[in-house]
């Protein structure tokens, strides 16, 4: 167990909808990482809030956003949703905001658009 | 356009050392090269990280020649229980930004 959680564990939705998935970093940690994982596109980072503040952002569509709230937890969202957008959602916390510094990772939340 | 390459797959057999190599010729100049193991369906676990020449720890090392182009991480003496992706990580300038870049994983099979 990493210490991070993420909810939900599955998400089904239909295409053109809006969904949250929410990240609860390890205690202490203050930066959070959200990437996305795919058959064809491999881990893929999205983007990192350090202490509730856009740190770094990666390959994140316009469609998605993410927020990191005063208590440290995370949250992601993605709106319109389309069939390519399946896939497992991984977050990540680390202590500090320096890139590379010992990630870990929660479990996922897989997401299926039907 | 910069790449961070890896093998596909390898095979090897139990209580033996492994060496997954992943090329990263774009690496930014201040980061450190990380690798994580990932078993399905779960997320990646850290392995090691390191800047340059060797570091180790109790379960790998981690190979980082002078040019930092390359790293090469070197599991000893595996066990079927180390059969899972292997991937690195490293950032790559974006512009004036940095963009963490995950290697294509390379797929371990330790056969008994």
């Known amino acids: 167990d990493s210490g991070v959680t993420q909810t939900p564990k599955h998400l089904i939705t239909a295409t053109g909808q809006r969904v949250t998935l929410r990240c609860s970093p390890r205690?202490?940690?203050?930066?959070v990482y959200w990437y996305q994982q795919s058959l064809d596109q491999g881990l893929q980072f999205l983007i990192q809030?350090?202490?509730?503040?856009?740190?770094a952002k990666g390959n994140i569509l316009e469609r998605f956003s993410a927020q990191q709230f005063p208590d440290l937890h995370s949250e992601l969202n993605l709106s319109s949703l389309e069939l390519g957008d399946s896939a497992l959602y991984f977050c990540?916390?680390?202590?500090?905001?320096?890139?590379?510094?010992?990630?870990?990772f929660g479990p996922g939340t897989r997401l299926t658009v039907l | 356009l910069a790449k961070t390459t890896q093998p596909i797959s390898m095979d090897s057999y139990e209580g033996q050392e492994v060496n997954i190599t992943c090329s990263h010729n774009?690496?930014?100049?201040?980061?450190?090269i990380t690798w994580y193991q990932q078993f399905p369906s779960q997320g990646p676990r850290f392995i090691i990280q390191g800047y340059k020449t060797k570091v180790t720890n109790e379960v790998a090392s981690l190979f980082i020649p002078a040019d930092r182009k390359s790293s090469t991480l070197s599991l000893p003496r595996v066990s079927l229980s180390d059969t899972a992706v292997y991937y690195c990580l490293v950032g790559v300038p974006l512009g004036s930004a940095r963009q963490l870049t995950f290697g294509s994983g390379t797929q371990l099979t330790v056969l008994p």
């Open positions: 809030y350090y202490n509730g503040e856009e740190r």
């Open positions: 205690s202490g940690d203050l930066s």
């Open positions: 990540a916390s680390s202590v500090a905001g320096v890139h590379n510094n010992e990630q870990f």
């Open positions: 774009n690496i930014a100049t201040n980061d450190y």
